[in-house]
């Protein structure tokens, strides 16, 4: 009969009458299966005395192995370092202490950054201590240029210019800034060269080279307190040699001598300074330099230095240690004068001392000097200056010309009888 269940069936409970009793999605029902047995099936009873096997649930706590013991604390670790990182990176870029890398990473200095004794670095590093600042006090203001120590007991050599028109008393500033009065021992006006003294001892003086060794080209370093700058070092070359300087202050002496010319800076206040070479040995006394300007302005460096040669101011500062004043060389001949000028070529002697060295060697008014040891002669303040330069008593050869001849002579240069 329609609607009525066959036997053996039940119709479910809420189904809607005249409906199957099993509803539409029957079919689909995941807990189905069409081919199990209708039967029902009950668990066997337990057998006495077997305990059943038990059974683990896999998704309940357990106790933890080792592995999830240490693998903790090292992940606590590590965040609180990161963490402790990133807080004192935080501090440090507030704090204005921390930024980019600059710079590659530190490598072996080159030689020259080493300062061995030989570079320039290390000369002005050793000869620094034994230069000096001058002050001299006179009529027209305080006079001021440099010097350097040339013995344990005070000795320095300076300028005369740097201290005349002085009261003789002056005072020096050393190296380190301390001072100390100092007292002319002498002055050699003609040269250009003065001697003080100071009551220090233990002082470390220079090292003397030899300025007729010099060559043209050789590096030099100049020191001394330009424009009143103290323990300046500026470095150049031997640009020329036995350049003739001639100078001097209106009203007082004539100077000359056979200068060193150099290119190294200098400028006012390295006057008596020392001129040295590349292995820290003076060479020369700085004494003047060559400008562009008008007699009576302010002059500057134009890389025309001139320096008296340290032979020169070395054995005149032995004298005027030794006598208190300096012997000064001559060849007892006069140059100048009507008929002096021959083109450029030779200095014509004036007049010729009967017992003068000059006379002594067969020289007589007239003659024509071309040469003085090899050196030409152009100009007359050119054999006055190259002569000063040798010490009396030194034998120079004279290349000369008498009329159309042209001849050498051996002169024995002698100290002027001032």
Excluded: C
């Amino acid at each position: 009969m329609p609607g009525t269940p066959p036997a053996g069936s039940s119709a479910r409970e809420g189904a809607p009458p005249g409906v199957s009793p099993w509803w539409s999605d029957a079919l689909s029902d995941p807990w189905r299966d069409p081919n199990a047995p209708t039967a029902v099936v009950l668990p066997a009873a337990p057998v006495a005395g077997a305990e059943p096997e038990r059974v683990t649930d896999p998704d309940a706590p357990g106790r933890p192995k080792l592995h999830q013991m240490l693998l903790v604390p090292l992940l606590a670790a590590l965040l609180a370092g990161t963490l402790g990182g990133a807080l004192g990176y935080a501090f440090a870029v507030r704090g204005g202490a921390a930024g980019p890398v600059l710079g590659a990473a530190p490598g072996t200095a080159p030689t020259l950054a080493q300062r061995p004794p030989e570079s320039l670095a290390g000369v002005a590093e050793r000869v620094l201590p034994s230069v000096v600042t001058v002050r001299v006090a006179g009529v027209g203001g305080t006079s001021e240029g440099s010097g350097f120590i040339v013995s344990t007991d005070g000795h320095v050599i300076t300028n005369d210019h740097v201290v005349a028109g002085g009261s003789g008393k002056a005072s020096v500033v050393f190296n380190d800034g301390s001072t100390d009065s100092a007292t002319v021992v002498g002055q050699d006006p003609e040269s250009d060269i003065a001697v003080i003294k100071v009551s220090r001892t233990g002082l470390r003086p220079v090292e003397f080279g030899d300025s007729d060794a010099l060559a043209v080209g050789d590096p030099v370093l100049a020191f001394g307190s330009p424009l009143s700058l103290a323990n300046t070092v500026t470095s150049g070359i031997v640009s020329a040699l036995d350049r003739t300087m001639q100078a001097g202050e209106p009203g007082g002496p004539t100077r000359y001598y056979a200068a060193i010319q150099t290119d190294a800076a200098v400028n006012h206040g390295n006057s008596g300074g020392p001129l040295v070479d590349a292995a820290g040995r003076v060479i020369g006394v700085n004494s003047t330099i060559k400008s562009l300007v008008a007699d009576g302005q302010e002059a500057g460096n134009i890389g025309l230095a001139f320096a008296i040669p340290i032979n020169q101011a070395k054995r005149i500062t032995q004298e005027i240690i030794g006598t208190g004043k300096a012997r000064r060389t001559v060849i007892g001949a006069q140059v100048g004068g009507p008929g002096a000028n021959t083109g450029g070529s030779g200095v014509r002697l004036a007049a010729v001392e009967p017992a003068g060295p000059a006379a002594g060697a067969g020289l007589r008014a007239g003659d024509v000097i071309l040469r003085l040891d090899g050196r030409p002669m152009t100009e007359p303040t050119d054999l006055i200056a190259l002569v000063r330069k040798y010490a009396p008593g030194s034998v120079v050869t004279v290349e000369y010309r008498r009329g159309g001849d042209q001849q050498n002579a051996s002169v024995t240069l002698a100290a002027d009888a001032k």
